[in-house]
């Protein structure tokens, strides 16, 4: 991380209101973009990154090492998504769509060709594991390069390209027709 | 190698690829990988299509431009409560270690003066008043109080020392302790001024050496010493002057006031290098005191005997009791005496005791101015026991009466005024003769009263009381005996006719006689008589023959016949008369102490059949059966006691049959040496009982085993309540430090995590 980037982290945990919405600027979309790769949910990721700023502020005192406060927000998001999604388990995710991962998605239509992709991703991502998911969401919501995205799920360079071959295979299986039809 | 790497992993290889983020020498190599292997080449098209659809779709579900906006605005809205901010202000502040620590001794502090407040224990024994010079700021320190401008306390307690003023400093400041003051240090002004109110002064030196005015106003209460060397002024102005002043003045400079003298005592111990007394008003004292070595021993205002004046009718007497050899003699130096003061004897009466001795008393009048003279004189009269001299102030009641005399006079005037005149009717004149009559009586007896009060204040009463020595001596001395006597015998009737008969021969008095029978058929007998002295040893001696005697005392006591025994008159001059004898006579039944105890148990069952008939064996060999007693308890156990009383030569045959009755158990003998003799009864104490029919008596290898096994049973269940008792008592132990480890871990972890 760069050293700027540390010096403002220390400024806000020390208090810096301003200092803290700059930080808030450099890591909402991030934040989101976990939050929302658990949630599937832009609202909901949205409230989720609000609470984990808000929880962070509070929370600063007990902040020691600034170096450490990217990854601390990542996982405070997390868990958080995850509580909210545990509680809304019980009401199931999609209810259309039956909960088989190997099921391929049919193509859509000529004519309804961009929104029904849309929708197709859509569901072909929540069928993923979550690190999966997570790992996609980063690189292609976020646009974050490699070392960004193992950054802040904290994995080694290995495992990631991992994660990712795995996460793209799974995709363009469950999506197949979809990318056979694709011009 | 690094070919079949790519092979196997394409998809990872291909991710990558898309991601840029393989090396160049990585990419060069994947890229031959891809122009030799058409699988690969295809996923990877697959790949990039996959990636294509993904970057086309799901940038659409980032967030719109004002997201960053709506966070921030919201973040603001919930962090921006008062109560947030002051909270995490507080938060942040509570990290710090000195903002910790500091709590937790104010903490501490706070718990330990609450404790100090709840049970009254002081934690700083010897702290006091320290006031700092100038600012008048007031801290705590266990040394003395020292203090320079104007000091003022209105309630002020000071366990530790006073200094007015250092001495390096001289300031003129006064220190004043107002009012509900207590302190008990010592106190040195040298310099200002030291003013104390009602104050308790416990054991302090006051020792001024230098310095202005000191005064000690109305102090309640003063147990220390004043040591004044200075040439300041102390001055002792005391509401009641007495108890407030110090016991110990020691004075060689400066002036001494006393105020408020009405009742001032001059202090007990004063020591003065020189006195010269400057103004002398009725309520004040004013001494200054110089440098010259001399002293005086101060005893200011010796009082002379009060005596009567025309402003004052004060009335005199006193009561004396004297022990004198002669009664008639005293009287005779009495009399002279006050002829001697110009008195005279006014009432005089005597009693003679039986012993003879006189005692009486004597009231003798005397002028009051010779009261302390005549006094004096009775001195010789004897040994003095006891004197108390009073003066009664009858002024005011003397004057008031005088004034009501004096308005009564005038209202009979006036009434006397009102039957001279012929205007009134006959009734009138009637009420106003009542009314005359009333107001006359009046006059005479308040008249009677003032005569009464001239008389007592002309004369002194002194009222003598005395007696002659031995008064209390004995006129006689009676002896009373009494004697008490037991008696066994056989035959308690006999006997106790016989002793009737031989009371009559003697005839004695028969106070009280009866004879009874208890409830185990004894007879027993007693007689209270009372027996002319001269044949008393007669009667007695043939009491004695009656039976075996169990005991015999007699005392004598001599009781004095007027006055007590313990008067100082010699005992053996005094007449002795004897009293009857009073003797108190117990007859008994006779029985001997069996020289053979034997006790035992017998199990059997038909328990109450076989004791009828060992009870009708006994009869028939001559054994006499004392006493027996059935019991059937509700579990069916039968219990028969039995005791027999017999003959030696009977014990054997007879223990044989009591033997044969059951199982013996609990078999004892017991034998005194002293009896002996063929004939020496026996006893046997036995006690006959049955098994109960409900719990059969168990043996054998199952009632063993069930009842081990109930017994570990119970074991069992003992110790598993116990542990329910350990664990009650360790849980909440647990449950705490538990709790604590979990705070700490969380705490740690906040400060470790990623």
């Known amino acids: ?165 795995r996460a793209l295979a799974t995709m363009r299986k469950t999506l197949k027709t979809n990318v056979e039809a694709y011009e | 190698m690094n070919e079949m790497n790519i092979h196997d992993k394409i998809g990872d290889w291909s991710a990558a690829a898309l991601c840029d983020a393989l090396t160049p020498e990585e990419q060069t190599n994947f890229e031959r990988h891809l122009a030799e292997c058409p699988h690969c080449r295809s996923l990877n098209e697959e790949n990039q299509k996959m990636n294509e659809i993904l970057n086309n779709t799901i940038p659409a579900l980032r967030p719109d431009p004002n997201f960053e906006r709506r966070v921030i605005e919201g973040f603001r809205e919930k962090t921006s409560g008062g109560w947030t901010q002051w909270w995490s202000g507080i938060v942040w502040f509570a990290q710090f270690r000195t903002v910790q620590a500091a709590l937790a001794v104010v903490i501490l502090a706070a718990m330990v003066k609450s404790g100090s407040m709840l049970t009254g224990e002081r934690f700083s024994a010897k702290s006091s008043l320290r006031m700092r010079e100038g600012a008048g700021e007031v801290a705590e320190t266990d040394g003395f109080a020292a203090y320079a401008p104007n000091l003022s ?20 400041g006064t220190l004043v302790l107002a009012g509900g003051n207590a302190y008990t240090g010592a106190t040195t002004v040298q310099g200002g001024s030291l003013s104390l109110g009602a104050t308790t002064v416990k054991q302090p030196q006051i020792a001024i050496s230098s310095g202005g005015v000191t005064t000690l106003s109305g102090v309640t209460s003063f147990t220390g010493g004043v040591t004044n060397t200075s040439s300041g002024s102390l001055g002792l102005t005391g509401a009641a002057g007495t108890a407030g002043l110090p016991n110990n003045i020691a004075i060689s400079g400066g002036i001494l006031t006393a105020q408020n003298g009405k009742s001032a005592k001059s202090p007990s111990s004063t020591t003065r290098d020189d006195q010269a007394v400057d103004g002398s008003q009725k309520d004040e004292r004013v001494w200054r005191f110089g440098d010259k070595a001399k002293s005086i021993d101060g005893q200011p205002g010796d009082q002379a005997s009060p005596v009567s004046d025309d402003s004052h009718k004060l009335i005199r007497n006193a009561n004396l009791d004297f022990e004198v050899d002669h009664f008639d003699k005293a009287v005779e130096t009495i009399a002279a005496v006050a002829g001697e003061e110009q008195g005279y004897v006014n009432t005089q009466n005597s009693e003679r005791g039986a012993n003879g001795k006189l005692q009486g008393e004597i009231v003798v009048k005397v002028l009051p101015a010779n009261l302390d003279r005549f006094l004096m004189k009775l001195r010789a009269l004897g040994d003095l026991k006891n004197q108390t001299i009073g003066t009664d102030d009858v002024t005011k009641d003397y004057f008031d009466t005088e004034a009501r005399v004096r308005n009564s006079k005038r209202m009979e005037e006036t009434l006397l005024g009102i039957l001279q005149k012929n205007t009134t009717k006959v009734s009138e004149l009637l009420q106003v ?262 719990v059969p008596d168990e043996t054998g290898i199952f009632a063993t085993l069930r009842k081990t096994l109930g017994e570990g049973f119970s074991g069992l269940m003992w110790s598993i309540s116990m542990i329910g008792v350990a664990l009650a008592f360790f849980a909440p132990w647990v449950l705490a430090v538990g709790v604590i480890v979990w705070g700490v871990r969380r705490f740690k972890r906040r400060g470790v995590k990623k």
Not at chain 2, 153 to 172: C, D, E, L
Not at chain 2, 472 to 485: G, I, K, T
Not at chain 2, 611 to 629: N, R
Request: proline share 3%; hydrophobic share 40%.
């Open chain 2, 433 to 694: 003769e009542k009314e005359l009559a009333r107001v006359r009586e009046s006059i005479e007896q308040m008249q009677g009263q003032l005569k009464y009060y001239d008389a007592l204040v002309a004369y002194a009463t002194v009222t003598i009381t005395m007696h002659e020595k031995d008064l209390s001596q004995p006129a006689a001395f009676v002896l009373r005996e009494q004697a008490n006597l037991s008696i066994f015998t056989k035959d308690v009737e006999k006997a106790f006719a016989d002793a009737k008969s031989d009371a009559d021969a003697a005839k004695a008095q028969t106070i009280e006689s009866h004879i009874e029978r208890d409830a185990d058929g004894h007879v027993s007998a007693t007689l209270h008589l009372l027996i002319a002295p001269d044949v008393s040893d007669e009667a007695i001696g043939k009491l004695k023959a009656l039976g075996r005697i169990q005991n015999f005392n007699s005392q004598t006591q001599s009781v004095a016949n007027s006055g007590s025994r313990n008067g100082a008159g010699d005992a053996n001059a005094a007449k002795i008369e004897k009293d009857k004898v009073d003797l108190n006579l117990t007859i008994q039944r006779d029985e001997e102490p069996a020289a053979q105890q034997t006790s035992l148990n017998v199990l059997t069952d038909h328990v109450e059949e076989k004791t009828a008939q060992l009870k009708q064996a006994a009869v028939a060999s001559g054994v006499e059966v004392k006493t027996a007693a059935f019991n059937r308890a509700t579990d069916g156990v039968e219990v028969s006691t039995l005791t027999f009383r017999m003959p030696f030569n009977k014990y054997a045959a007879f223990l044989e049959q009591v033997k044969a009755l059951g199982k013996v158990k609990d078999f004892t003998v017991s034998r005194s040496d002293n009896a002996g003799g063929e004939n020496a009864p026996a006893e046997i104490a036995l006690q006959i009982y049955s098994q109960g029919d409900i």
């Open chain 2, 153 to 172: 306390f209105g309630h002020a307690q000071v366990p530790g020392q006073i200094i007015t003023n250092s001495a390096t400093r001289s300031g003129a």
């Open chain 1, 1 to 165: 991380m760069d050293a700027p980037d540390i010096e403002l982290i220390a400024k806000a945990l020390n208090g810096d209101a301003e200092s803290f919405e700059l930080l808030i600027r450099t890591y909402s979309r991030t934040l989101f973009a976990v939050a929302f790769a658990v949630l599937q949910d832009a609202g909901e990721a949205e409230d989720v990154v609000q609470e984990t700023f808000v929880r962070a502020w509070k929370k600063r005192a007990w902040m020691r090492d600034p170096a450490k406060f990217p990854a601390w927000l990542t996982t405070v998001a997390r868990n958080r998504a995850c509580d909210i999604l545990r509680r809304r388990r019980t009401v199931p995710l999609d209810a259309d769509a039956p909960e088989i991962a190997d099921t391929t998605i049919p193509a859509p239509d000529e004519h309804s060709a961009g929104e029904a992709m849309q929708a197709n991703v859509h569901t072909a991502l929540a069928r993923l594991p979550e690190q999966h998911r997570t790992a996609l969401t980063l690189r292609y919501l976020e646009g974050m390069d490699y070392l960004g995205i193992e950054q802040t799920m904290g994995l080694t360079n290995g495992a990631l390209r991992g994660i990712l071959g």
